[in-house]
């Protein structure tokens, strides 16, 4: 399984580059799977729901089955967020996992940046990101795209990890 990320400080726009490269590469006939960190208490049932009232009652893990998904929750309960390493572990095979988020994993990366943010770049401080996404031209030696560039960012990353 081949592993790529996309990374950058809040608001640049890492969902909605995973999400149009998610579908790019799906177009091309790959099969891709996501993992995305968050830096705050996510929710994904919510409250009055039953898998939530499981969960709230206590259970570690909970799965939520029908004829078209399931999902599970696993409830850390005051354990350690889990390694990427491990969630990686858990996923199905697949030709490539597009993790957003992970600034300091080994993973490569591309780096999204938008200048109206009033951030500096990621790159001069972090070996691992390879190419940054942009939304406008920087003094900097990595390769750069147009962060709308989605078909070109898709094939430096699918040259990038061998597909």
């Not at 400080?9 to 968050?38: C, D, F, I, P, Y």
């Not at 499981?54 to 696993?74: F, N």
């Not at 560039?149 to 597909?163: N, R, Y």
């Amino acid at each position: 399984m081949r592993v790529y990320g996309i990374t950058g400080w809040k608001n640049t726009g890492k969902t909605t580059l995973t999400e149009r490269l998610v579908a790019q590469m799906v177009g091309r006939g790959l099969t891709v799977s996501t993992v995305k960190h968050a830096h705050h208490e996510t929710e994904v049932d919510h409250p009055g729901r039953d898998s939530f009232r499981h969960r709230q009652a206590g259970a570690g893990q909970v799965i939520v089955s029908s004829p078209v998904r399931w999902a599970l929750m696993t409830e850390l309960r005051d354990a350690a967020e889990p390694l990427l390493a491990d969630l990686l572990a858990r996923l199905d095979p697949c030709d490539l996992v597009l993790v957003e988020g992970y600034k300091q994993a080994p993973h490569p990366k591309v780096e999204a940046y938008r200048a109206a943010t009033g951030r500096g770049l990621l790159a001069p401080a972090n070996p691992t990101i390879r190419a940054i996404a942009t939304d406008t031209p920087l003094d900097h030696a990595l390769p750069q795209f147009d962060l709308n560039d989605v078909a070109g960012i898709a094939d430096f990353i699918l040259a990038e990890v061998g597909l």
